[in-house]
């Protein structure tokens, strides 16, 4: 470990705040977006500049620090960055990934004055749900503080601050302030949950602390920001944003007695639950196509609740220009559903084709004739709509470059409610971890808000109808989910009991559901993970999605009998 220098007298320290998005392997680009914000500090006076968790290589890199020239790169770039400190500006905290002999770190490094002047090892390596950090990095010693300025430093790294170990250790060796870098995902009521660990840090160690959190999305994970800082005794001293990057610069003061004090910074608002998991979904989506360079996205538009709710999350993202949407009817698409694809897409002002299907349909049935003569018309035909739908999106797709974003939800997903290479199809689904009702609630909600930085329009946007009409995939006449599947309220709280709870059939009967119907949902449940392992990607919202957090085996006959 690189020692740190002779630290110079000071007691007062202007700390810029970075929550900002990176992008996993744009060792360049991650680099260009630390000089901006460090120039836009020093404009603002700043002495020092926190990042987030990792930032030079991006979060989280997975198996690319395996590549040694990934880990050269990223080196390189601290190189350079540790040059420009040596104008006299800001020293800057940032993240990369630092081999120390044959083992491999998750590090941050402090730079100024023309010099890497500390560097700092990761203790805590998560490894659950959807960290996997053991699996690529080694576990760095207990840390000492870092000196810069005159000021002794703690910097634990994300985990590190979830347990008592590592802050404990940083107070005892002489920290005056926790610099906390982090890559904290978003799910629904995370940033409570940090509030209130963070607290039991600085009720433990006396110290302040200041909590920088990455923003953006990266796959199926967003980060959120909402960095903040909390004060010795407790109190919140700065709150940014969630869901947006700045840069907030922040004064604080070495008191009489020898502590830090922040002498009041910007306390933005948090947004609501539902507004929360809106916006998580559109930057999911958003970054998704940024960041792999899609000019836009093309989804299937049915007159259905949850095409709807995709599109007017698609448009928010990209704005509409970059949002195509296809009707595609067979003899089973009603009227009704016209009307209310049509009423979406006008009030979107989104493009809007429609391509009939029974050409397709058709030809494979009659390429089939042979083969199924003699069996009963079922489930099979109904599944070559879907595919055939399937097919010409694909076709789109292929044909002007637009990513196919996909339409089913956590409730579907569960119980294999959808077709493989049909309504499955696509590159990625922002509403894969909401269930059905979940999805109708926010439909609601974002035809009465429109929250800031979204690029639809204000209003309803979703029509009413849609938000009232028994559901339907429209495969046969007369064709609602309630044939196959039972009410989503009573679907969902089993889903969520079973998913998110892990709760056994006993306790869940206990809730009122009945026996028999928890035993069907769980097979349906476990029997579907098949196709789960083939879908797109989708947006992280609940404790536990389908991928990261919940690695079920395809192959299993476990069932809770009990």
Not at 308 to 313: C, H, L, S, T
Not at 316 to 324: M, Q, S
């Amino acid at each position: 470990m690189i020692d740190t220098t002779t630290p110079r007298s000071n007691d007062r320290l202007r700390l810029a705040v970075a929550q900002l998005n990176p992008t996993v392997g744009d060792i360049a680009g991650n680099l260009a977006l630390v000089r901006e914000a460090r120039a836009e500090a020093a404009a603002a006076g700043a002495d020092l500049v926190l990042f987030s968790e990792l930032f030079l290589s991006g979060y989280p890199p997975e198996d690319l620090v395996l590549k040694p020239a990934f880990l050269r790169a990223c080196r390189h770039a601290l190189d350079d960055l540790a040059a420009d400190t040596a104008d006299g500006g800001p020293g800057v905290l940032v993240g990369l990934p630092w081999r120390e002999g044959d083992k491999l770190h998750n590090a941050v490094a402090l730079v100024d004055g023309g010099r890497i002047e500390g560097v700092r090892f990761k203790v805590d390596l998560p490894n659950y749900g959807e960290f996997d950090e053991k699996r690529v990095f080694q576990a760095g010693p207990l840390p000492g503080p870092i000196g810069f300025r005159g000021i002794r430093l703690g910097v634990p790294v994300c985990e590190d601050t979830w347990t008592d170990e590592v802050c404990e250790c940083l107070q005892e060796t002489g920290a005056e302030l926790l610099l906390v870098p982090n890559g904290s995902p978003f799910h629904a009521g995370k940033p409570d949950i940090r509030l209130q660990v963070m607290l039991q840090r600085v009720v433990e160690t006396g110290l302040p602390l200041v909590y920088c959190n990455q923003v953006g999305g990266q796959d199926e994970l967003v980060f959120d920001g909402a960095s903040f800082g909390l004060q010795a005794d407790r109190r919140l001293a700065f709150q940014m944003p969630e869901f947006e990057a700045a840069v907030t610069v922040t004064e604080w003061r070495r008191r009489p007695d020898g502590g830090w004090v922040c002498d009041g910074g910007p306390v933005a608002s948090l947004p609501d639950l539902d507004a929360a998991r809106w916006s998580a979904c559109v930057l999911g989506l958003r970054d998704y196509v940024e960041k792999n360079r899609f000019p836009g996205v093309v989804l299937g538009l049915s007159g259905g609740i949850d095409s709807a709710i995709v599109a007017a999350m698609a448009v928010d993202a990209l704005g509409p220009e970059r949002v195509h949407c296809v009707m595609l009817p067979y003899r089973y698409t009603s009227e009704e559903s016209h009307a209310d694809a049509r009423g979406c897409a006008e009030a979107l002002g989104l493009r809007y084709d429609t391509v009939p299907i029974a050409p397709a349909v058709e030809g494979f049935t009659e390429a089939l004739s042979g083969l199924f003569s003699g069996t009963e018309t079922g489930v099979t035909e109904e599944n070559i709509q879907s595919r055939a739908r399937g097919v010409i999106l694909m076709a789109i797709s292929n044909k002007f470059g637009y990513m196919v974003a996909t339409t089913g939800n956590k409730s579907e997903m569960s119980v294999g409610y959808a077709t493989l290479y049909g309504d499955m199809n696509g590159g990625f689904n922002p509403i894969k971890d909401l269930y059905k009702m979940q999805v109708y609630r926010l439909a609601a909600w974002r035809n009465a808000n429109r929250p800031a930085g979204m690029l639809g329009p204000e209003g309803e946007v979703i029509p009413a109808n849609i938000l009232v009409k028994v559901p339907s995939a429209e495969l046969r006449e007369g064709q609602s989910d309630q044939d196959s599947l039972p009410e989503y309220d009573v679907l969902d709280d089993i889903l969520e009991c079973l998913v998110e709870n892990e709760m056994s059939v006993r306790e869940i009967e206990a809730r009122g559901h009945d026996r028999a119907l928890i035993h069907r949902i769980e097979h349906l449940l476990y029997i579907a993970e098949y196709k789960r392992r083939q879908s797109a990607p989708g947006v992280k919202i609940t404790r536990k999605n389908f991928g990261r957090d919940r690695r079920y085996p395809i192959t299993n006959r476990f069932r809770d009998r009990h």
